[in-house]
Every structure is written in structure tokens, then in C-alpha cells.
């Protein structure tokens, strides 16, 4: 079992910066693929970025360049370093755990998730 605890989430103008962080506890953090994935009201939770246990990364398109996943092994700790948000980022961010060793973009194939935190993004 993985417990997952996000925090950082919160109200910010548009172009402006937050940074995401899930904490994780019960595995060793190095032992699963993490990721981060958003749903805004009325649409399907959303693939945004995940990091394997080596550390790779891939992003979903329309935040590349904007935003940067990382994680603190020692720490048990993952990031979301949100920069240039726009108003269309605006959702409940959650962290997810997977024990596969490759990330995918489906949410049903993640096996672990923490509660959320809200995003909001206004001009």
C-alpha cells in the first residue's frame, strides 16, 4: 500500500507560478512510477506528467514547457513545478502511484491516489 498526500495547490493569477508536492509513504518511493493527473468539472480526469523509478519523465502536450515533474527519493516526496499558468489549468491535481514500470496515461491503470488539491487559476 501507498498513501499519497498532495499540498501546494491554490489560487493564482494567470501567468503566474505553483509548485505541487505529493508525499508518499507505506513504499519505498523508488519502488513505483508516479504521476500527476488534473479533472476540471464535468470532464474525465486527465494525464499530466509522471516520472519513473529512474527518474523519466513524460508530459502531456499542452503542458510541456510549462511544467516540470521531479522527486526527492530521500524524501518520499514528488513535484509539480507549474509555471506560466493559465486559466485553463484550473482543476483538482491529484497524485497518483503505479507498480507498473512504465507509465501510462490511463487513470484506471494507476493504482494509488492521493485526495487532491485545488488549482485555480484567474486573471
Known amino acids: 500500500q501507498v498513501q499519497l498526500v498532495e499540498s501546494g495547490g491554490g489560487l493564482v493569477q494567470t501567468g503566474g507560478s505553483l509548485r505541487l508536492s505529493c508525499a508518499a509513504s507505506?513504499?519505498?518511493?523508488?519502488?513505483?512510477?508516479m504521476g500527476w493527473f488534473r479533472q476540471s468539472p464535468g470532464k474525465e480526469r486527465q494525464f499530466v506528467a509522471a516520472?519513473?523509478?529512474?527518474?523519466?519523465?513524460i508530459y502531456e502536450d499542452s503542458i510541456k514547457g510549462r511544467f516540470t515533474i521531479s522527486k526527492n527519493n530521500a524524501k518520499n516526496t514528488m513535484y509539480l513545478q507549474m509555471n506560466s499558468l493559465k486559466d485553463e489549468d484550473t482543476a483538482v491535481y491529484s497524485c497518483?502511484?503505479?507498480?507498473?514500470?512504465?507509465?501510462?496515461?490511463?487513470?484506471?491503470?494507476?493504482?494509488?491516489w492521493g485526495q487532491g488539491t485545488q488549482v485555480t487559476v484567474s486573471s
Open positions: 507505506g513504499r519505498a518511493f523508488s519502488s513505483v512510477t
Open positions: 497518483a502511484a503505479s507498480e507498473l514500470p512504465v507509465a501510462t496515461l490511463r487513470a484506471k491503470d494507476w493504482d494509488y
Open positions: 516520472i519513473n523509478r529512474v527518474g523519466g519523465s
